[in-house]
């Protein structure tokens, strides 16, 4: 399929789904009310003169730029840690060993529950969401990192070695890209993961953002802005992953894709 | 059978050959008790600038002998030698060229070629203009910036070849290089690698499970039993005449009868080989 009809294809579930959603939600039927009652599912045209809205007087631009900072520094907090504790670990078997087990303890919690904790200790402010998204990053990043130094070709560092590399040449030329192509084809998933802490973050309690946004909605039966601040958390994820595609393409290049013979 | 060193290059009296394995035993441990005898009791030795193969059956141990040529492996008793001095750690006068891809797949061809240089401290700029003259020594000269999975196989192995030669060792391992390659492949990396060998004459340990490969490519032709507990069974010479080209020395006489005559030792050992791997 060329690209060209993908794409067709695409905004044709997009116009379809509205489309069924406007019908459902405004046009009456015999009784006089739409099957649908919009005061529970909003109607696609309340839902974006409300975007509109929040746009047109730069309202939403403060929010986004909140939830963008606790995404991006619990994403660069959360990776920087994992790669160095992966790094450690995979390189002391016996420091893994010993923390083998409280590894695995701390990953099965479900990581809600620090929120309430994370609140108490960092404040209402930013830092409380960016701690929520470092514990699900680190843990990420950490796995593919840890697994990326162990599972490097025992030929390819037989070879190294015999190329005459010292420990510190060894790191920089092998585990270093090794961990580092693990880590980036978990990117996508580790990203996600920070904007997650970062809205939940603010869901459970907070003064700015898009999850504020939302809860607020929700707080006075506002389905409109809850559905509002829905499709631009969507959005938001959508150009987030985008960005992570170029960055891996641009990084990755070296590994091998799926052949394409078009030229 | 039993050639010394000395004999077999006479012109060259270097007292220390440039790699000599004495009386050397690997055995693994495989668990509680229990343990395997990869080899045992082999003496080997190659003179500088001598060109040795070592044919066996599958699995009778000759990558084992030729990783503790390289240091990768300390043997279980018995020594190496290198150029006189006892080897311990990583023989550092070795290149090694792999059966299994070696190539750092995050490194474009100049870069996987350039990097033995920039380990040794040659600066960056340098290492990949000679890196560079290397490939085109290869007949990779228009690959520089692919990445090894954009290579075939055989252009992967060229790159292995000027990775290890750029460092100029005086020593070359080889195990099984040109094992993955069709035949046609093979007789042309073998040309290649005589190409580039007759210009400084290293001593290279070469192994193989071809028969063929081995006479056509080297000076000597050490033949090993079936495992476990492999020995060096035999030892030739090889009566052909340098410069060779692959593809012709087959049809010589002087071949016909060499392969005749270790054959006949070599095929009890692939047959025990076969009984005791189940023709795997």
């Given at each position: 399929m060329s690209r060209v009809t993908l794409i067709g294809f695409q905004i044709l579930v997009m116009v379809v789904t509205l489309a069924a959603w406007h019908l459902l939600t405004t046009v009456p039927m015999s009784n006089g009310k739409?099957?649908?009652?919009p005061f529970f599912f909003s109607t696609p045209g309340d839902v974006f003169a409300r975007i509109w809205q929040w746009f047109a007087d730069g309202s939403i631009w403060r929010h986004l730029w909140i939830t963008l900072t606790e995404a991006t520094l619990a994403f660069v907090i959360g990776s920087v840690g994992g790669i160095l504790v992966g790094f450690w670990f995979a390189r002391q078997p016996l420091i893994a060993a010993i923390f083998d087990p409280y590894v695995k303890m701390i990953n099965a919690?479900?990581?809600?529950?620090l929120a309430p904790i994370f609140t108490l200790w960092f404040g209402l402010g930013i830092w409380s969401k960016v701690a929520l998204g470092v514990t699900l990053v680190f843990f990420i990043v950490f796995f593919n990192v840890y697994q990326g130094v162990r599972e490097v070709s025992p030929t390819v560092l037989a070879n190294a070695r015999m190329l005459g590399m010292n420990e510190r040449q060894l790191m920089r030329h092998v585990y270093w890209p090794s961990a580092l192509s693990w880590m980036f084809s978990s990117l996508h998933t580790s990203v996600g993961f920070a904007v997650v802490g970062a809205v939940v973050g603010e869901y459970l309690g907070s003064a700015a953002g898009l999850g504020y946004l939302i809860l607020q909605a929700e707080g006075t039966f506002d389905i409109a802005g809850v559905f509002a601040g829905m499709f631009v958390l969507a959005a938001f994820v959508i150009v987030i992953d985008g960005i992570v595609t170029l960055v891996e393409r641009r990084l990755l290049v070296w590994r091998p894709a799926a052949a394409d013979t078009r030229t | 059978m039993g050639v010394s060193a000395a004999e077999a290059l006479?012109?060259?009296?270097?007292?220390?050959?440039a790699v000599a394995l004495d009386d050397v035993t690997i055995t693994f441990r495989l668990g509680k008790g229990v343990t395997y005898t990869a080899v045992s009791e082999a003496t080997l030795s190659v003179a500088d600038g001598e060109f040795v193969a070592i044919v066996g059956p599958t699995g009778c141990g000759k990558s084992t002998l030729l990783n503790v040529a390289a240091g990768l492996l300390a043997p279980s008793s018995g020594t190496a030698d290198i150029f006189g001095e006892r080897l311990t750690g990583l023989n550092s006068q070795a290149g090694y060229l792999f059966q299994a891809d070696s190539l750092f797949p995050w490194k474009t061809a100049l870069q996987n070629v350039a990097i033995g240089l920039e380990t040794a401290g040659v600066a960056s700029s340098e290492a990949k203009a000679r890196a560079a003259d290397w490939l085109k020594r290869v007949g990779?000269?228009?690959?520089?910036?692919?990445?090894?999975?954009?290579?075939s196989g055989g252009q992967r192995k060229r790159v292995g070849l000027a990775q290890v030669l750029i460092r100029d060792p005086k020593i070359l391992l080889m195990d099984e290089p040109f094992g993955p390659l069709d035949a046609q492949t093979r007789q042309i990396m073998g040309n290649l690698l005589l190409d580039l060998w007759s210009a400084d004459r290293k001593a290279v340990l070469f192994v193989t499970h071809d028969l063929e490969e081995a006479i056509a490519l080297s000076d000597r032709v050490v033949i090993m039993s079936a495992g476990p507990a492999a020995r060096i069974i035999g030892d030739w010479r090889v009566p052909i005449a340098r410069p060779r080209d692959i593809s012709e020395v087959r049809l010589e006489k002087g071949f016909h009868d060499l392969h005749r005559e270790i054959w006949t030792v070599l095929k009890d050992e692939v047959l025990k080989g076969y009984a005791q791997t189940g023709g795997g």
């Amino acid at each position: 399929m060329s690209r060209v009809t993908l794409i067709g294809f695409q905004i044709l579930v997009m116009v379809v789904t509205l489309a069924a959603w406007h019908l459902l939600t405004t046009v009456p039927m015999s009784n006089g009310k739409p099957l649908v009652p919009p005061f529970f599912f909003s109607t696609p045209g309340d839902v974006f003169a409300r975007i509109w809205q929040w746009f047109a007087d730069g309202s939403i631009w403060r929010h986004l730029w909140i939830t963008l900072t606790e995404a991006t520094l619990a994403f660069v907090i959360g990776s920087v840690g994992g790669i160095l504790v992966g790094f450690w670990f995979a390189r002391q078997p016996l420091i893994a060993a010993i923390f083998d087990p409280y590894v695995k303890m701390i990953n099965a919690l479900p990581r809600i529950v620090l929120a309430p904790i994370f609140t108490l200790w960092f404040g209402l402010g930013i830092w409380s969401k960016v701690a929520l998204g470092v514990t699900l990053v680190f843990f990420i990043v950490f796995f593919n990192v840890y697994q990326g130094v162990r599972e490097v070709s025992p030929t390819v560092l037989a070879n190294a070695r015999m190329l005459g590399m010292n420990e510190r040449q060894l790191m920089r030329h092998v585990y270093w890209p090794s961990a580092l192509s693990w880590m980036f084809s978990s990117l996508h998933t580790s990203v996600g993961f920070a904007v997650v802490g970062a809205v939940v973050g603010e869901y459970l309690g907070s003064a700015a953002g898009l999850g504020y946004l939302i809860l607020q909605a929700e707080g006075t039966f506002d389905i409109a802005g809850v559905f509002a601040g829905m499709f631009v958390l969507a959005a938001f994820v959508i150009v987030i992953d985008g960005i992570v595609t170029l960055v891996e393409r641009r990084l990755l290049v070296w590994r091998p894709a799926a052949a394409d013979t078009r030229t | 059978m039993g050639v010394s060193a000395a004999e077999a290059l006479p012109g060259k009296m270097r007292a220390a050959p440039a790699v000599a394995l004495d009386d050397v035993t690997i055995t693994f441990r495989l668990g509680k008790g229990v343990t395997y005898t990869a080899v045992s009791e082999a003496t080997l030795s190659v003179a500088d600038g001598e060109f040795v193969a070592i044919v066996g059956p599958t699995g009778c141990g000759k990558s084992t002998l030729l990783n503790v040529a390289a240091g990768l492996l300390a043997p279980s008793s018995g020594t190496a030698d290198i150029f006189g001095e006892r080897l311990t750690g990583l023989n550092s006068q070795a290149g090694y060229l792999f059966q299994a891809d070696s190539l750092f797949p995050w490194k474009t061809a100049l870069q996987n070629v350039a990097i033995g240089l920039e380990t040794a401290g040659v600066a960056s700029s340098e290492a990949k203009a000679r890196a560079a003259d290397w490939l085109k020594r290869v007949g990779l000269g228009g690959f520089a910036a692919r990445y090894p999975h954009m290579l075939s196989g055989g252009q992967r192995k060229r790159v292995g070849l000027a990775q290890v030669l750029i460092r100029d060792p005086k020593i070359l391992l080889m195990d099984e290089p040109f094992g993955p390659l069709d035949a046609q492949t093979r007789q042309i990396m073998g040309n290649l690698l005589l190409d580039l060998w007759s210009a400084d004459r290293k001593a290279v340990l070469f192994v193989t499970h071809d028969l063929e490969e081995a006479i056509a490519l080297s000076d000597r032709v050490v033949i090993m039993s079936a495992g476990p507990a492999a020995r060096i069974i035999g030892d030739w010479r090889v009566p052909i005449a340098r410069p060779r080209d692959i593809s012709e020395v087959r049809l010589e006489k002087g071949f016909h009868d060499l392969h005749r005559e270790i054959w006949t030792v070599l095929k009890d050992e692939v047959l025990k080989g076969y009984a005791q791997t189940g023709g795997g």
